[in-house]
């Protein structure tokens, strides 16, 4: 009997046109280790598959019943936001300043289940943290009653408007310890905040669509994390599938949980990211939102010798700043760095001494260093969705962006990463 469907295992998989005598002939597809295929007819060693570009025949060994992880990195502009996929589950980190990612999902990625009337559940959705090139773009797909969503997690640090703080910083009162300047306003649920009216008016406005969605019953519950949490942990695919929180730290003062602030708004938001340790069988993936240079440095002095940063691939904290130190880029070492930032904007990132670290303190002979404001796709000269794509079976990682060409069997520049040095 034949399986309905099956996953690409090889990277860049080959699609062929016809088969003769167990033999392929023109190749036609190429396509990414862990896509979905259709498989409707058998012949020797190959499958008839139907993919999203043109159909025609698969080698079986080129195909398993396991789809890995998928991280998409996408392009929306000046911010971050990323898909994951893993086993049947479904990840926001962060969806970037406006429509992109809604449109992504809705337009592309799960059109096929919306246009059938299946509603979507996204089962995690990280907000690093909240300014509005992080979190503005869920506001879209929070909206859209055809996505159902489980836990939305967030680092605990909201913005209020201007004329209801009296240190004009937007965060609120502080107080002060040993000399120490703390916050005094920490956000657990979101759901059971009643302070709406002295919100920002971006941050008002995503309150009332999280409780909207709760009260529809299209989303499950809302949690601070902080360093030290575990968020998931899971067996997927018979892998550790795991998300570790490295950030934010709290300090206990007076038996309570309090931030450290340092001196500037934008600073300590940007600080205070959740950090996010992705693991997947014997690869990691780090996600360090807007870490800057005093946050860097109050992380290293927090773990000591311990160094939990080291990754596989890491997306550059804070879209390529130079507010960034070497002595935490050479902890997190990774193959592969991946900045997401936006052309039309003011702070020229990714900055070139952020491009030249990336590059220097990277592990391997030849780093990679990704910018999905360069992984423009286009189509017939229409411009699609800039994305960096990566694919890992557990051991090996793929990462793969689209060319500016049409032609579907050489549509792919992709690499293998090491496994070790
Ligand atoms: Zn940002």
């Known amino acids: 009997m034949l399986p309905p469907f099956l996953y690409a295992t090889a990277n860049e998989a080959p699609v062929y046109e016809s088969i003769l005598n167990n033999r392929a002939s023109k190749l036609i597809n190429k396509i990414q280790s862990g896509t979905y295929v259709t498989i409707t007819a058998e012949e020797g ?29 996408l392009d929306v502009g000046q911010g971050d936001g990323v898909l994951i996929e893993v086993g049947n589950l479904r990840i926001l980190v962060d969806s970037g300043p406006s429509v992109n990612m809604h449109n992504y999902l809705t337009k592309w990625q799960y059109t096929y289940l919306l246009n059938k009337g299946q509603q979507v559940h996204i089962d995690y959705v990280f907000v690093s943290h909240f300014d509005a090139d992080h979190y503005k773009g869920l506001i879209a797909v929070l909206n859209d009653k055809r996505f159902t969503f489980g836990t939305v997690y967030h680092a605990g640090i909201l913005k209020f408007a201007e004329k209801n703080n009296p240190y004009n910083t937007g965060l609120g009162d ?14 657990d649920n979101l759901l ?70 340092w001196h500037d708004e934008g600073k300590t938001i940007n600080g205070h990211s959740l950090v996010l340790k992705i693991t997947f069988g014997a690869r990691t993936f780090l996600f360090g939102g807007d870490l800057n240079t005093a946050s860097e440095l109050y992380l290293l002095q927090q773990y000591g010798n311990a160094n939990p940063f080291m990754v596989d691939v890491a997306k550059s904290c804070h879209h390529g700043s130079s507010d960034f130190t070497e002595v935490f880029m050479q902890q997190v070492n990774p193959f592969a760095t991946v900045i997401s930032s936006g052309d039309n904007e003011s702070f020229s990132h990714p900055r070139a001494d952020a491009i030249g670290c990336a ?10 260093v990704y910018s999905t404001e360069l992984a423009r796709s286009v189509s017939k000269s229409k411009i699609l969705f800039g994305m960096i794509n990566l694919r890992c079976n557990g051991n090996d990682i793929y990462m793969n962006q689209m060319k500016e060409t049409n032609r ?10 090491p496994r070790t040095v």
């Open 45 to 73: 060693d190959f499958y008839k598959v139907i993919t999203a570009g043109p159909n025609g025949w698969m080698r079986k060994t080129d195909l398993a019943d396991t789809m890995g992880i998928k991280i998409f990195y």
């Open 174 to 187: 502080t107080i002060q310890h040993d000399g120490v300047e703390y916050l005094t306003k920490i956000f």
């Open 192 to 261: 059971r905040t009643n302070e709406a009216a002295a919100f920002n008016r971006d941050i008002a406005n995503f309150m009332d669509v999280v409780k909207k969605a709760a009260v529809e019953n299209r989303l499950g519950k809302t949690k601070r994390l902080a360093a030290g949490d575990t968020a998931i942990s899971k067996t997927i695919e018979n892998k550790k599938f795991t998300i570790d929180i490295l950030g934010p730290f709290t300090e206990k003062i007076g038996g309570r949980h309090r931030f450290i602030y």
């Open 359 to 368: 590059g220097k303190y990277a592990r391997g002979n030849r780093p990679l």
């Open 408 to 417: 579907p069997a050489d549509m792919w520049d992709a690499y293998t990463l």
